[in-house]
């Protein structure tokens, strides 16, 4: 049960981020936008299931350091991939 928690924390974490930036954009709903966000917190919540514990043991604390990884694990491929699209449209 304690997996399952620390996975749901880490979805939940990304799917959270996700949607403040799509409310923080003001642009449309874009569905290909949203799905990579939510595709890269499954990954992230992936890698905590097989991780499972870190060395702090405390089901708390895992869950917590779980969900902001997810967030900024978000925040990091969203700003990496808009400095990219922005260098590539630079060079055209």
Known sequence: MDKFLIILAA?????????LGYFDSGEPF??????K???VCLVNAIIWAVKSYVASGDLATDMA???SSSITLDVLYNRATGAYNQL????E
């Open 37 to 39: 966000s939510v595709i």
């Open 65 to 67: 350091m779980a969900f």
């Open 11 to 19: 979805f939940v974490g990304g799917f959270i981020s996700a949607l």
């Open 30 to 35: 874009d569905v290909k936008k949203f799905g």
């Open 88 to 91: 590539k449209k630079n060079k």
